[in-house]
């Protein structure tokens, strides 16, 4: 069900990342809106694959996939062919080659495990910039969207349609994402954590988790609501709070920090 709600909440992640790359001090975390992107993504993917099944009794990768495909990849394609059109005209010889690089890992949907690869920092500010470096977050979405309904349909099909199963799947998967991100944090580059699948999807599983909890439960009018509302403006007001004061430079946000500001957007 369509939730205008998400819509602004949507738009002031979007806005953030514009104040951050525009070196807007007032917004210090304005890189946090990915990762508010990240949680949305696992709460409504998620939303829409229970409620597929809960329909159907099962899933159809196919119709999914080729709903994803439509709203992704014509602006995708359309971002690659002007960079190609860059490359051609106006790109520096000897940047060729990565820009190749760069195209083809963005279209196969492994741009984030290229740049790490490569040694691309997120945080470099000394070297110049691919055009492609922010497809990183996208790939990692991409990546959800084609494992997400396979981990989902087995978890219902064994759990014959229940929940449970996704659920703990979903909590183990969050508390491994945590780990490897704290062990895999580096403070003199701390790409291999940023950038990586495994460290950053705890942020699109506590949106699933959300999707399942929902699923099962709403908030009764009166006292439970009342606190429901209460705990929704106080994760509201620590994100907004992460987005002002929070550095990219804050070793601390890769040991539960992410997971945290995650929760909060939930």
């Given amino acids: 069900m369509y939730q205008p709600a998400l819509d602004g909440l949507r738009a002031f992640a979007v806005l953030s990342v514009f104040a951050y ?15 508010a992107f990240f949680v949305l993504s696992g709460f409504l993917i998620t939303s829409l694959l229970i409620g597929e099944w809960s329909r159907h009794g099962g899933i159809s990768f ?27 005209f106006e790109a520096p010889a000897e940047q ?4 190749r690089s760069d195209g083809l890992a963005t ?18 500010l000394f070297s110049e910039a691919s055009p492609l470096r ?3 977050s996208l790939a990692i979405e991409e990546q959800f969207y084609l494992v997400w309904p396979l981990v989902t349909f087995a978890c219902l099909r064994l759990a014959r349609g229940r ?55 709403r908030p009764a009018r009166g006292i439970t609501r009342s606190s429901v509302n209460a705990l929704g403006l106080s994760g509201a007001v620590t994100c907004l709070a992460f ?12 040991r539960g920090g992410y997971a945290l500001f995650g929760l909060c957007v939930a």
Avoid: K
């Fill in 163 to 217: 929940h449970w199963l996704l659920g703990l799947v979903c909590g183990a998967g969050v508390g491994a994402s945590i780990a490897t991100m704290a062990v895999l944090y580096d403070p003199s580059d701390p790409s291999r954590a940023y950038y990586g699948t495994d460290g950053r999807a705890h942020l699109l599983l506590i949106g699933a988790g959300l999707a399942l909890l929902l699923a099962q439960w």
């Fill in 243 to 254: 987005w002002v004061w929070v550095p990219d430079t804050a070793a601390w946000m890769y």
């Fill in 21 to 35: 790359h525009l070196d807007a001090g007032w917004m210090r975390g304005g890189y946090l809106g990915v990762d």
């Fill in 107 to 124: 279209l196969f949907y492994g741009a984030n495990w290229r740049f790490i690869e490569s040694g691309q920092s997120y945080f470099d």
């Fill in 134 to 136: 922010h497809m990183w």
């Fill in 62 to 88: 196919a119709g999914f996939w080729a709903r994803r495909a439509r709203r992704l990849l014509p602006a995708l394609l359309l971002v690659l062919l002007a960079i190609a059109a860059f490359a051609l």
């Fill in 96 to 99: 060729l080659d990565r820009l």
